[in-house]
């Protein structure tokens, strides 16, 4: 090594040892004859120092000729500082320059590498390589690293096998949209990109693995938004012989491992939630349980009092925000304009403000009694200082209507707290969803998912009715991972397949291979993926998944910092067989 | 689970327990009023009995109408075994069997699930589900998985950090041919599928990541042959502030803890040998070193004989065979015919018998005396029982063929043992190689390896003279890593595209990004790759790298499980701007 030790591990009982260091210049300050240098690198930071009254002309000439992100080796001893620094992990000591080497000069980075930058996000993407050096980008990926490996300790130790599936794949039409890869070889023919190692992970449990896992790539070609990317990782994961409940317990058990040995944190038994409950108390398959506010239906109570827009309503229905009676009328308005956004498009919001001081206020004063909206608080609990917020209209609008007001709510009120952790699972999901635009139905997982045994019947008759032993883990109102018990036996798939508008020709083309796998004996089985991306920027209390990972690519698909996509050679287009369209 | 205990783990102490396993049908036998049932899963065998006598006719009934890989839930009581089998670790107990239930029947698979079957490979290809039930393919599978998970807990100790590198990047024209894939948001551009993360890993290092991993899938549009194929498994790794020494020291190490914790081998101290070295005395820049029948240049002693072939011949260079002596005038005859095959191209072969009975006998007698013969032997330190094999020409195709020769000779006087493990460091190697029929330099290793400082001066007067700090790990003949120290300036950056014909502009739309990124203040770093499904293969005693893929392709790029590549709709190619070409 260039070095004997790195920029994070020297101590005040390292006192005279002559050490070497390599790292890049953080800052250089001459302070009256002295001359400070800070050394950073992966592992912290040590500060140098030269003084004009002792150290050599030519040491100070040399570090002076440095400059921000200038790479350099030094040598000299270890002393203990007069001035010490408690928030430095080396701040007890300085090193005291013998010897200097430049050994990669730097020009001025377009952007401060610091905690808190000064560069735009298309900056920080161009020079990816300065943003990485930031700690907390650069501790971004480290987290991730603790995360794989920490997933992959527990697995191994379960007797999970880490087996590789392929990446050159075939393209299918249900689901996302594929990237594909034009064939040499194969004239007018392509490979996909896998979405997810789903039918090869099922093909294995047919192989009889029993228990596989893999942290894998997956890609999709879809419009995309700040929080997805064409290629994205999963930890994948797949059973046999097994219950639902095994699955949980396993995973359940997954998701404690992380969090106590890269967070410390002892996650208490993960609770569970049925699609239906999810969805009537929170509007939401993935509600954010960090803070209660669940819905009260008062359609009943509310109806019948001349008021138009409740008596017209399916359903009526509030939260109750503990604490913010005292909303003024401009903040009250801003709620309004909130679920009045089209993206919401909540025609009003009607409001009950239990104030602290005994009265109550309405937005529907003019129908409700004093004593009607009593009654409506008692019902959803309200107290002393605390603020019903109410929505109405078709039902299953309504409830996603209110989700987001719950949720801006929540923030207002501080509720959600990005260092607090609640985790749920979700169940029971309906096995299919109906397209009214295609008007056939669609796999609401995908269409490898089992029916619940006892819906199975409803097959026939009811599709829509259909429950599926399929689970959604969510973390913070985020869905982190989820999966199902899949279908085993050839006639449930071939029937399933059906449902979602194959043809019995289509279905061969397409799945052939896994429904004639199911006739080689196929145990029950069972999996689950988890988003890593996602579960990372959870465990790193991030919004966005982009600065967990190394090199993303921006909004439009590009990797800015390598110009990709990018145009490539008419031989190579030839080779292929291929032609761009003018 | 739907088990209590898997196929592999009762033991006689578990006499007497009543037990739930499932598995497959590995075969089924009435033999005389006793049913005998084998069932297997992943983990191992267990016999399962019926009894006419005391057993329910239903259970019987059931169990004899399973077949060969039928699906099956036993429950049971564990007894035990009147005819214990050693050879199974559950021989000492059976089940009797007290209530079956059949989860999934099976057809007839079209091969034996054996360890020694009787599919062919496209029919094991096919039906790969069916293949990777064989405990020889599986065991391969998770010997792959055991030397993942000990390459990353070895450089996870030492502070490696796993970082994915991006697997939408950007074509480039130097080294093999790459994968594309279309962009639907970017009209008329690809992504091209990584050969390697190398630009990746060294921006890594730019941005001061120090350590670096990743076990990563990498892609080659290349035309296959038995070993290889279009997607392949590498373990990647690169480090700062090293010398190449450090890399060595690191790499040797993440060897010998393979071999220690995978198979229990202390591997010694990795030998060294120049390129140069490995080219006079092996021919081969991979030399086997299982065995030692190194070369001997006789070019002096065997001219001017009058034996014209040698007179003309600018190199006579031989191997010494021990305990050959006495070959056959076929055995002698197969060699000549071996060496003369098109794809090795000598002209003929001499040899020189040195018998047991002390007598010498050789195919130039007509040239050569006995006194001769004896001095080439005693040059070629052969003893009575050696055969002296000698060939002649242009020094370096003489050294190829003998080379195949040296792997022949070997292979027939058994030298080649599958558990015998050699590696060997092979280094300084030549920065370029010169094409003679596109006159042009190339990168021997790729654009990015520096050159030995000590030669550097050679880059401007002669480039073809100019080595590398770089190095190939060889285990027992098959180079199974590679990596160099790299360029970290851009004028050598630069000064190298420039000797591999790319104009600047051509420099800069392919790697402007890094040299850009060199001018950010780069470290000094170098790192290697393991081929790792060659590297598995190898501790896997195999030739062939496809059985320890999961789903491999075959020497068309087929997956023939799935049927892919495959055509796919007009719909996605309008979506992607692109055309077939009829």
Redesign the interface.
Known sequence: ???TH?CGELRITDTDKNVTL???VQYLRDKGGVTFLAL????GLTQIIAQDSKSSPDIIQKLQSTGR???IKITGKVVERSAKNPKMPTGDIEIYAENVEI?????V?PFLIEDETDGGDELRMK????D??RNTV?QN??L??KM??FT?EYL?NLGF???????????T?EGA?????????????????PQSPQ??KQ??M?????KYYQIV?C?R?E?LRADRQ??F?QIDCEM????QE?ILDTFEGLVKHLFKNVKDIDLPKVPRMTYADAMQNYGSDKPDTRFDMKFVEITALAQGKNFGIFDQAELIVGICAKGASEYTRKQLDELTEFVKRPQIGAKGLVYVQFKTDGTIKSSIDKFFSQEDLQKIGEKMGAEKGDLILILSGEANKTRKQLNELRLEMGTRLGLRDKNTFSALWVMDFPLLEYGEEEKRYFAMHHPFTAPKPEDEHLLDTNPGEVRANAYDMVINGVEVGGGSIRI??RPLQEKMLGLLGFSPEEAKAQF??LME????????HGGIAFGFDRLCSIFGGADSIRDF???P?NN????V?????????DA?L????????K
């Open positions: 090594m260039l070095r790195n390599c790292g890049w950073r690198d992966r592992y992100e200038f790479v050994l990669n000069p730097s020009k980075p020079y990816r390589y300065l990485l050096r650069r990926l480290e991730r690293h794989n490996r992959r191994d096998i880490d087996v590789e599936t392929p990446v050159l794949i075939k393209s039409p949209r594929d990237f594909v890869v034009p064939s040499r070889m194969n004239k007018g023919e392509f490979y996909a990109l039918t090869f093909i294995l047919v192989a009889g693995f029993d790539k890609f070609d419009d064409p290629e990782t046999s012989f097994i219950t095994d085993y036996q052939g291979f796998a199911f006739e080689f004996g196929a145990p029950p990972i190394a090199f690519k439009a698909g590009r990797d910092m390598i110009d990709s996509p990018s145009p490539i050679a190579q030839n080779e292929l067989s291929i032609l761009v369209k």
